[in-house]
């Protein structure tokens, strides 16, 4: 039986179509009548462990009030069905509405439109980072780190980057003397007790949905332990060529101010911390693309860019 057929098995669902093949496989199935997501997690990504505090950060925010999917039990009443041969599935409640972007398309609407949206996307992580901290999470929560080692570190979670095969040797030179400056200013912000704790780490345009003015956060499979400032970071990585790139920022931080404290210092650091996604994404693409391929070439590019910015040129 294949795993799609088993994990339709477990709970008692139907399927629809598939909606999603990338780091997960997401289908949209019916269970009792109403729609919701089928995932089938990429096997080796995340434990079976992580994937259950995943769910039970999600299950938390939900109750607390927060707009994001929440977990579906399987008919035995299991968060996660293990299907052997370490494919794992889960299913969460279905989400309406419509991503606010895509990445590398021009943002919809005004200037006074996209402003008015990303201070909502600002004030929305906040909320996130507030709720979090107010939850007392369980004594088996694991999930990994977005910290030094996790971002930085002689082995990051996403790959060694500097070792991407797309990199000439003065850019793989230059990526290098970006990240030891990275690693002593982060590790500086660190030291000065740099807001930390769980975070989103993809509040990409495709992960935050919109209907009728109200925004869901969606897609937590990358969620950790990390530096709250990186999560802006990621936000912003994908409006860096947007003409109101600047109205854009302002007004995410103002919204995120709005509910949260960020300190300039902060604020100062986010053209770094973008840097540090750009370093993170190409180590992330190299093992899923052809490494000599387009997508990793342009993930590449970006990165190089990022840490021109850094370095001053």
Known sequence: MSALKQALAAWGAQDIRMIKDRENVVHEVRVDGRPAALRLHRPGYQSAAAIRSELDWMAALAAAGMRVPAPIPTRSGDMVADLGGGQIATMVSWVDGTPIGEGGVPLAGSKADQ???????????????????????????????????????????????WECPALSDDDRALIQRARAVAHDRVTAFADAGADFGLIHADALRENIFVKDGELTLIDFDDAGFGFRLYDLAVMMTQNEDEPAYDAIRTAALAGYRARRALSQEAEDLLPLFIMIRRFASMGWAVPRYDPTGPEVVSYTQKAVTAARRVLGG
Do not use: C, Q, S
């Open 115 to 161: 402003v008015a949206l990303y201070h909502k996307v600002g004030a929305e992580i906040a909320k996130l980072h507030n709720l979090t901290d107010a939850m007392t999470l369980p004594t088996t929560f694991t999930r990994h780190r977005w910290d030094i080692p996790g971002l930085l570190g002689d082995d990051p979670f996403w790959g060694r980057f």
